[in-house]
């Protein structure tokens, strides 16, 4: 009686085991799965939204290009001089 | 066509409403008391008795990275930290307050560094002088608040909007389509240590006034800021500044003692083409 009961015992608690470990590698999976797809996660590490270095360099060195000059066509109204 | 006085030149403005020209002398005025190296109360007066870290204003932060876009543009030849050597030369008061004094000029002077983290500005070893880009910066921005065309001129830079007919120095002119013109040189702001002529365009190489060959360099930018800063650099290079300018498409125009330069783009610009029927 007494080794029926025992081993009824251990099969209940290798069952809430099984039904624990099966449990938490569902929940697991799933927080998993949801990071993966859900599009509100981010996969990879967070990047600022600042342009590439090269274009910034590009983007700089082109603040000094040219302006528009052209034969005169009238008296002078205005004067360049040392600054 | 208006003038008043402000940061030690004379400030020109074409087209302006009543309105805008109160704006505008407004401006003048507001980057004057910021900048100003002779104002003990300015912000530049402040941060550089400070030496060290300090934090500035949003306007003194966007003109200091505008100064280090300068350097870097330049390759280091147009420093914003070259005030000690501009000081040693003798150049430590207002322009207008300058006289010819027996003693010589103090020794040359090196550029410090800068460096500036959002609104902290840290200062090692140098003396801050941001006069330069601040009245380019400050023409774009006056022309900028004129509604209609017209230009705005500060002690010769210019820019404008619409076209203008800009007298050169020598007695040639040329027509400003767009974007800003301005002369960098020694024949104006200059003064005598010794017997010694002295002037504000300071080589980063040897911490003393230029050697260069010009008298004057007058080149076309996008902006009167693009204009000043090229003009100055190529002054500081001299024989090079010609091919400097070309190979960045700047028009440039070099003079000294009677001769003058104009470079590839400079005659490009403004020597009559012939259009092509087809």
Known sequence: ?83 | MSRFDSMGCEVVVEGATPEELRRIEALFEERDAIFSRFRPDSELSRVNAAGAATLVSPLFARMTETALWARETTGGLVDPTLGAALESAGYDRDFSELVPADEPAGPARRAGAVTLLGHVLVLRGGVLDLNGVVKAVAVDDAVRLLSGSGFVSAGGDLATRGPVDVALPGGRAVRLVSGGLATSGRSKRHWWRAGEEQHHLIDPATGRPSTSPWDQVTVCGASCLAADVAAKAAFLLGDDGSAWLDVRGLPGRFAAAGRVHENASWRASIEPRELACT
Not at chain 1, 6 to 24: E, I, M
Not at chain 1, 43 to 59: C, E, M, Q
């Open chain 1, 1 to 83: 009686m007494d080794t029926r009961i025992g081993a009824a015992r251990r099969r209940a608690a290798v069952a809430k085991l099984t039904l624990g470990g099966v449990g938490a590698l569902v929940f697991v999976l799933s927080a998993a799965l949801a990071r993966a797809a859900y599009p509100g996660h981010h996969k990879k590490a967070i990047r600022s939204l600042s342009p590439p270095a090269g274009f910034v360099r590009v983007v700089r060195e082109n603040q000094l290009e040219s302006g528009i000059l052209a034969p005169t066509q009238a008296d002078p109204s205005a004067a360049t001089a040392m600054s």
